[in-house]
T-cell receptor, first 117, second 112 residues
């Protein structure tokens, strides 16, 4: 195990539902990330939090709303999603930001497989 | 066009054989290049991290090389094992910002 857990592992939701994805890291890291992984596409960085402040929002639709209440927890709140949002959502953490230097090695959780009907 | 291209898309090899995966990128300048292994149903796991000034980095049976002049990196796997079956992802990280450039990965299958 990488020290990063995600729940639920699988989620099926309708387009009008509201749900949340949860990520918890047990590594004492100070940066956390949300990624979207779709079939046959590169990983897409969605949000970056450093010291509980959002430092990156990669033009993600407002139907995805992140929350980082403390350095160990990260949530992704979902509402009125579209079928094309179906994907694997990965959370990662690092000590220091991964961008800009060889440090900040990222540790990934197992992901939440989301299906939007 | 993706700034990180990986080849081949998929590869099947016999257990015990060696293989080399390729990563071509256009991101410039960049701070470091990383290779990840992603098993089915799991998140990616870091294999190697190379700065722009490094040429090679090893991690057990995995050896990554980097040619900054040709903007190419390769991941060589020696004496493959069944557990090497996974997707291998190349990531290029520029000096500034938090935009990571991911390849689409190479799916490796090792058969007995």
């Amino acid at each position: 195990e990488t020290g990063v857990t995600q729940t639920p592992r699988h989620l099926v939701m309708g387009m009008t539902n509201k749900k949340s994805l949860k990520c918890e890291q047990h590594l004492g890291h100070n940066a956390m990330y949300w990624y979207k992984q779709s079939a046959k596409k590169p990983l897409e960085l969605m949000f970056v939090y450093s010291l509980e402040e959002r430092v990156e929002n990669n033009s993600v639709p407002s139907r995805f709303s992140p929350e980082c209440p403390n350095s160990s927890h990260l949530f992704l709140h979902l509402h009125t999603l579209q079928p094309e949002d179906s994907a694997l959502y990965l959370c990662a953490s690092s000590q220091g930001l991964a961008g800009g230097g060889p440090g900040g090695e990222q540790f990934f959780g197992p992901g939440t497989r989301l299906t939007v009907l | 066009k993706n700034q990180v291209e990986q080849s081949p898309q998929s590869l099947i090899i016999l257990e015990g054989k060696n293989c080399t995966l390729q990563c071509n990128y256009t991101v410039s300048p960049f701070s470091n290049l990383r290779w990840y292994k992603q098993d089915t149903g799991r998140g990616p796991v870091s294999l190697t991290i190379m700065t722009f000034s490094e040429n090679t980095k090893s991690n057990g049976r995995y050896t990554a090389t980097l040619d900054a002049d040709t903007k190419q990196s390769s991941l060589h796997i020696t004496a493959s094992q069944l557990s090497d079956s996974a997707s291998y992802i190349c990531v290029v990280i520029p000096f500034t910002g938090n935009q990571f450039y991911f390849g689409t990965g190479t799916s490796l299958t090792v058969i007995p």
